[in-house]
Antibody, heavy 126, light 110 residues
């Protein structure tokens, strides 16, 4: 069965750090782009970050640039999200998702997430 | 304020058809492929449509997607009470170099 499982969430004080992990199974991890998406309580989905298959390309939403770092270890089938300088507004359920991204026609990007984890909750509060 | 604009809510009767719109710009929907996700309360999102109009294995053909210009539409026919959920559109934004979602649409089957 194809699945991804997040861990590492918890309660952290503002300004603190947390590292989320996502372990993948049932598919060739190194063949897929991997993403983080979060959802604040009662709010919609917010895209956070994506990393390419090799890890050579990473992208972030503006609000986390310089504070969050996405990485992957293809030998361990694991995705990470290092979160530093955490703020109250980072409080959310964080989902790991596998997916596809690339270019089909020159300049036309495809990007979607086809398998999602159950999420891990991050609460930033004093 | 989401980059992609969806109506906050839509409703229809069981058995009827409903459409959910998603409006963007040339830097996202206009020049990239759109995906749609379904989310029930307290659960993870699920991919319904990718590449504007393709359905993953296991998604019934009651769900369809289309795109025209800078807007995309999710259609659901033969509505069932089990379709009550939140629906999100998503795509890549080439100007932002980032993924983007719509604000989500809550579907009520009356």
């Amino acid at each position: 069965e194809v699945q991804v499982l997040e861990s590492g969430g918890g309660l952290v004080q503002p300004g603190g750090s947390l590292r989320l992990s996502c372990v993948a199974s049932g598919f060739t991890f190194s063949s897929d782009a991997m993403s983080w998406v979060r959802q604040a309580p009662g709010k919609g989905l917010e895209w956070v970050s994506v990393i390419s298959r090799s890890g050579g390309s990473t992208y972030y939403v503006d609000s986390v640039k310089g504070r969050f770092t996405i990485s992957r270890d293809n030998s361990k089938n694991t995705l990470y999200l290092q979160m530093n300088s955490l703020r109250a507004e980072d409080t959310a359920v964080y989902y790991c998702a596998k997916g596809e991204m690339g270019v089909r026609i020159i300049g036309y990007y495809y990007y979607y997430m086809d398998v999602w984890g159950k999420g891990t909750t991050v609460t930033v509060s004093s | 304020q989401s980059v992609l604009t969806q109506p906050p809510s839509v409703s229809a009767a069981p058995g009827q058809k409903v459409t959910i719109s998603c409006s963007g710009s040339s830097s996202n929907i206009g020049n990239n492929y759109v995906s749609w996700y379904q989310q029930f309360p307290g659960t993870a999102p699920k991919l319904l449509i990718y590449d504007n109009n393709k359905r993953p294995s296991g998604i019934p053909d009651r769900f369809s997607g289309s795109k025209s210009g800078t807007s995309a539409t999710l259609g659901i026919t033969g509505l069932q009470t089990g379709d009550e959920a939140d629906y999100y559109c998503g795509t890549w934004d080439s100007s932002l170099s980032a993924g983007v979602f719509g604000g989500g649409t809550k579907l009520t089957v009356l």
